[in-house]
């Protein structure tokens, strides 16, 4: 089965600092990979989007891309309290049913950003 | 405001019910999707739609049914035969369909706190 693995953490780290959210996938066909972040008990905000090999930055987030090594990871620079929430990888796979891609989701990474 | 609206917010059912779970948007887009997010998990595809009149079994179909009779409304009934509904239940939509890159991206709305009595 299709799947996305990332550590549940939970993740800690002092505001600041740079968090480092990681994830990995199995289907080598994937194109389309992003990143959701999710306060507790609210839905999920995506908040980048990456498509092709190598770095895309948006403010204070860097989304890394290696697609021969099937990983993708979140960069958090300067990071600050309100960051605090479950970052959830997607990533856009062949179904269960091998019949459409559709966005497979990990378990996401629980960050703490301490003051 | 452009968004995906779900209600209620919150919703209790006893056994044997079945409920129906509300989702619009008026973001003009073709696609949309109804996940099941259970505590510590991620999201887990129910159904999906790209087109009016067309939806598709997701990974964990059993139990539930949509229709999609218009644009902007994708409705979730999850019947009696749901034997473990309880979670939180996120609608999303997307431009549509399964090619094109930023196609794929797909935007939530506030999600359905179902609750078994």
């Known amino acids: 089965q299709k799947e996305v693995e990332q550590n549940s953490g939970p993740l800690s780290v002092p505001e600041g600092a740079i968090a480092s959210l990681n994830c990995t996938y199995s289907d080598r066909g994937s194109q389309s990979f992003f990143w959701y972040r999710q306060y507790s008990g609210k839905s999920p905000e995506l908040i980048m989007s990456?498509?092709?090999?190598g770095d895309k930055e948006d403010g204070r987030f860097t989304a890394q891309l290696n697609k021969a090594s099937q990983y993708v990871s979140l960069l958090i620079r300067d990071s600050q309290p309100s960051d605090s929430a479950t970052y959830l990888c997607a990533v856009n796979m062949i179904s269960f049913s091998g019949s459409a891609r559709q966005l497979t989701f990990g378990s996401g990474t629980q960050l703490t950003v301490l003051p | 405001d452009g968004g995906i609206t779900q209600s209620p917010k919150y919703l209790f059912r006893k056994e044997g019910q079945n409920v129906t779970l509300s989702c619009e948007q008026n973001?003009?887009?073709?696609?949309m999707y109804w996940y099941r997010q259970d505590p510590g998990q991620g999201l887990r595809l129910i159904y999906y739609?790209?087109?009016?009149?067309?939806?598709q079994k997701g990974d964990i179909a059993e139990g539930y049914s949509v229709s999609r009779e218009k644009k902007e409304s994708f409705p979730l009934t999850v019947t009696s035969a749901q034997k473990n509904p309880t979670a939180f239940y996120l609608c999303a939509s997307s431009i549509g369909g399964t090619s094109g890159a930023s196609y794929n991206e797909q935007y939530f709305g506030p999600g359905t706190r179902l609750t078994v009595l």
């Open positions: 739609s790209q087109i009016v009149n067309d939806f």
């Open positions: 973001l003009n887009h073709d696609a």
């Open positions: 990456i498509y092709s090999n």
